[in-house]
Antibody
Framework: EVQLVESGGGLVQPGRSLRLSCTAS????????VSWFRQAPGKGLDWVGL??????????QYVASVKGRFTISRDDSKSFAYLQMNSLRTEDTAVYFC?????????????WGQGTLVTVSS | QSVLTQPPSASGTPGQGVTISCSGS????????VNWYKQLPGAAPKLLIH???QRPSGVPDRFSGSNSGTSASLAISGLQSEDEADYYC???????????FGAGTKVTVL
């Protein structure tokens, strides 16, 4: 069974950093792209970014609002993906979801974790 | 304001059908395939339809997707109480170079 579990969320002050982790099991992690999505309280879904599999170059893409502040990485040996968030803003407050794509380059959230809440507030 | 336009709500009685629309443009729905997600209250989203009309394993055939030009639709037939949820359309946007979502449609089973 495909499982994705996010961790690392919490309360952080504006301007500070936080790193989210996503641990995967039940599939060959290195063969798939990982996307991060977020959902602000009471709002809809937004894509944050993705990292392709090594076969597709391990490249990253980000939504404009987080480019230069957020970094997605992966450790295929441990079946982990990470979302490093720097210079956090109040508008980054959201539940962050880790997802697996259909293949090594797919952005589609074919499987989702349960999410982790990040609250940016002073 | 979302790039894709969905009605905020839809409703029907058990056994009825509902259709949710998703309107976009030539840079998204007009040139890429659409996904639909279902989100129950307090839960993570779940992929319902991908590649315009494909159902992942386990999704009942009561759910069907279609698209035409720059619009897509999700049809739910034989409404059941467990269909009460928020539904989101999503598609890659070539101009924004990333996927975009509709604001979501809340389906209520009366």
């Amino acid at each position: 069974e495909v499982q994705l579990v996010e961790s690392g969320g919490g309360l952080v002050q504006p301007g500070r950093s936080l790193r989210l982790s996503c641990t995967a099991s039940g599939f060959s992690f290195g063969d798939y792209a990982v996307s991060w999505f977020r959902q602000a309280p009471g709002k809809g879904l937004d894509w944050v970014g993705l990292i392709t599999s090594k076969t597709y170059g391990g490249t990253t893409q980000y939504v404009a609002s987080v480019k230069g502040r957020f970094t997605i990485s992966r450790d295929d040996s441990k079946s982990f993906a990470y979302l490093q968030m720097n210079s956090l803003r109040t508008e980054d407050t959201a539940v962050y979801f880790c997802t697996r794509g259909f293949n090594g380059a797919s952005w589609t959230g074919a499987s989702w974790g349960q999410g982790t809440l990040v609250t940016v507030s002073s | 304001q979302s790039v894709l336009t969905q009605p905020p709500s839809a409703s029907g009685t058990p056994g009825q059908g509902v259709t949710i629309s998703c309107s976009g443009s030539s840079s998204n729905i007009g040139s890429n395939s659409v996904n639909w997600y279902k989100q129950l209250p307090g839960a993570a989203p779940k992929l319902l339809i991908h590649s315009n009309y494909q159902r992942p394993s386990g999704v009942p055939d009561r759910f069907s997707g279609s698209n035409s030009g720059t619009s897509a639709s999700l049809a739910i037939s034989g409404l059941q109480s467990e269909d009460e949820a928020d539904y989101y359309c999503a598609v890659w946007d070539d101009s924004l170079n990333g996927p975009v979502f509709g604001a979501g449609t809340k389906v209520t089973v009366l």
